[in-house]
């Protein structure tokens, strides 16, 4: 029974392989592989230059996004990521408290021992950690519990 499966077997890979063989009438092609990963979204962090004060900072959150975070790569651990959270932070504030939020934001960012417990997860995988909760403004201030996950 045994030598029989085998030669059933070895008699039906055979047949496929003179069935489906390259032949004149039906050549293989090339296949057009892309193993191209495609860009999730560029930098759309903008500031609107209403001044010139915020076109320098416009100017140096381009260079910085282009030679730094670009080649680093998406390694921030917040949603939003600390450029949009500060390009955020001066657009709904002012300069200077906008540079305060971020400087608090960037020192929370780079302790990596005490920032878990207290953030809930973005549906991205990240921590959340936006812009109101930082206003000083009660009515602006949304508490989520950190067990609960972000759209």
């Known amino acids: 029974m045994n030598i029989n499966f085998t030669k059933v077997i070895i008699i039906s890979i055979i047949i496929s392989s003179c069935s489906f063989g390259q032949n004149d009438w039906n050549k293989w092609g090339k296949a057009e592989i892309n193993y191209q990963l495609p860009v999730q979204s560029k930098n759309k962090n903008t500031i609107s ?47 200077i408290k906008g540079f305060l939020m971020f400087g608090d934001r960037f020192t929370r960012d780079t302790n990596i021992f005490k920032r878990l417990p207290y953030y809930p997860s973005h549906i991205s995988g990240k921590l959340y950690d936006p812009v109101n909760n930082y206003k000083l403004d009660k009515n602006q201030i949304k508490y989520y519990p950190r067990d609960i996950v972000v759209k």
């Open 49 to 95: 230059r209403k001044n010139i004060g915020l076109l320098i900072l416009t100017s140096l959150n381009t260079t910085y996004s282009f030679f730094i975070s670009e080649l680093d790569g998406d390694n921030c651990p917040f949603y939003p990521s600390c450029s949009a959270f500060f390009i955020e932070s001066v657009e709904e504030t002012n300069l």
